[in-house]
């Protein structure tokens, strides 16, 4: 997440700059029913619990990209 938030540094954490910042994780829960009224008009029933774990799952893989990415550029750069 290092990069990501180097380059965008408003989406880190204030507490944790490898964490995605609470107020972005936030902002993507406040879509929930967005999206919901979105599937809705299309006649998709999504339930809110099935959007709340997405969200959740994504910035989770994001968190862990970011970190392996880290650790792979840490490793590359100590044994090149």
Same mark, same amino acid.
């Given at each position: 997440?290092?990069?990501?938030?180097?380059?965008?540094?408003?989406?880190?954490?204030s +507490?944790?700059? @490898?964490? /995605?910042?609470?107020?972005?994780? *936030?902002?993507?829960? #406040?879509?929930?029913? !967005?999206?919901?009224g979105?599937?809705?008009?299309y006649?998709?029933?999504?339930?809110? +619990?099935d959007? @709340?774990? /997405?969200?959740?799952?994504?910035? *989770?893989a994001?968190? #862990?990209?970011?970190? !392996?990415?880290?650790?792979?550029?840490k490793?590359?750069?100590?044994?090149?």
């Amino acid at each position: 997440m290092n990069k990501l938030v180097l380059k965008y540094p408003i989406i880190g954490s204030s +507490a944790n700059s @490898t964490k /995605l910042a609470l107020t972005v994780q *936030g902002i993507l829960v #406040a879509l929930i029913p !967005l999206i919901i009224g979105i599937g809705r008009a299309y006649n998709l029933e999504i339930a809110e +619990a099935d959007l @709340t774990g /997405l969200i959740q799952a994504i910035g *989770g893989a994001i968190s #862990a990209v970011m970190v !392996l990415y880290g650790l792979g550029r840490k490793a590359y750069n100590k044994y090149r």
